[in-house]
Protein backbone atom coordinates (compact mmCIF):
# COMPACT_ATOMS: atom_id res chain seq x y z
CA UNK A 1 0.00 0.00 0.00
CA UNK A 2 1.38 3.60 -0.87
CA UNK A 3 1.35 6.59 1.56
CA UNK A 4 1.84 9.68 0.89
CA UNK A 5 3.78 12.65 2.18
CA UNK A 6 4.26 16.39 1.54
CA UNK A 7 6.98 18.36 2.32
CA UNK A 8 8.70 21.93 2.45
CA UNK A 9 11.90 22.16 0.77
CA UNK A 10 14.12 25.25 2.01
CA UNK A 11 17.02 26.51 -0.57
CA UNK A 12 16.14 25.07 -3.80
CA UNK A 13 16.62 28.47 -5.95
CA UNK A 14 17.23 27.31 -9.81
CA UNK A 15 15.11 24.70 -11.82
CA UNK A 16 18.70 22.50 -11.96
CA UNK A 17 18.03 22.28 -7.86
CA UNK A 18 14.91 20.75 -7.88
CA UNK A 19 15.68 18.35 -10.31
CA UNK A 20 18.37 17.30 -8.48
CA UNK A 21 16.07 16.72 -5.51
CA UNK A 22 13.30 15.20 -7.37
CA UNK A 23 15.90 12.57 -8.86
CA UNK A 24 17.39 11.89 -5.56
CA UNK A 25 13.83 11.14 -4.01
CA UNK A 26 12.93 9.06 -6.99
CA UNK A 27 15.88 7.03 -6.67
CA UNK A 28 15.03 5.36 -3.44
CA UNK A 29 14.00 2.57 -2.71
CA UNK A 30 10.13 2.45 -1.80
CA UNK A 31 9.33 5.73 -3.40
CA UNK A 32 7.27 5.40 -6.11
CA UNK A 33 7.12 8.81 -6.91
CA UNK A 34 8.11 12.05 -6.46
CA UNK A 35 7.30 15.27 -7.90
CA UNK A 36 8.89 18.80 -6.75
CA UNK A 37 7.19 22.32 -7.18
CA UNK A 38 10.39 25.08 -7.24
CA UNK A 39 7.92 27.25 -7.04
CA UNK A 40 5.46 26.34 -4.24
CA UNK A 41 8.96 24.89 -2.52
CA UNK A 42 7.26 21.79 -1.81
CA UNK A 43 7.81 17.78 -2.18
CA UNK A 44 5.35 15.34 -2.85
CA UNK A 45 5.78 11.80 -2.26
CA UNK A 46 4.24 8.44 -2.91
CA UNK A 47 6.16 5.78 -1.08
CA UNK A 48 5.96 2.50 0.41
CA UNK A 49 6.14 2.82 4.46
CA UNK A 50 7.07 -0.27 4.94
CA UNK A 51 10.41 0.00 2.82
CA UNK A 52 10.76 3.99 3.70
CA UNK A 53 10.75 6.70 6.24
CA UNK A 54 9.86 10.25 5.93
CA UNK A 55 12.93 10.34 7.64
CA UNK A 56 15.26 8.92 5.19
CA UNK A 57 13.84 10.97 2.67
CA UNK A 58 14.73 14.01 5.03
CA UNK A 59 18.30 12.72 5.38
CA UNK A 60 18.65 11.72 1.65
CA UNK A 61 17.99 15.71 0.93
CA UNK A 62 19.94 16.78 3.44
CA UNK A 63 23.12 15.53 2.22
CA UNK A 64 22.11 17.37 -1.07
CA UNK A 65 22.30 20.59 0.93
CA UNK A 66 18.65 21.16 0.95
CA UNK A 67 16.20 21.63 4.21
CA UNK A 68 12.70 19.40 3.88
CA UNK A 69 10.38 19.34 6.55
CA UNK A 70 6.94 17.06 6.43
CA UNK A 71 4.06 19.06 6.03
CA UNK A 72 1.24 18.48 8.21
MO1 LIG B 1 20.99 26.45 -9.61
MO2 LIG B 1 20.74 25.06 -7.16
O1 LIG B 1 22.43 27.36 -10.46
O2 LIG B 1 22.05 24.59 -5.95
S1 LIG B 1 21.38 24.28 -9.08
S2 LIG B 1 20.92 27.28 -7.55
Not at 9 to 32: F, H, P, Y
Not at 38 to 57: F, G, R
Amino acid sequence: VHEKAEFDVQGMTCAACSNRVEKKLNKLDGVSHATVNLALETATVTYHPKVISTEKMKEAISQLGYKMEEKE
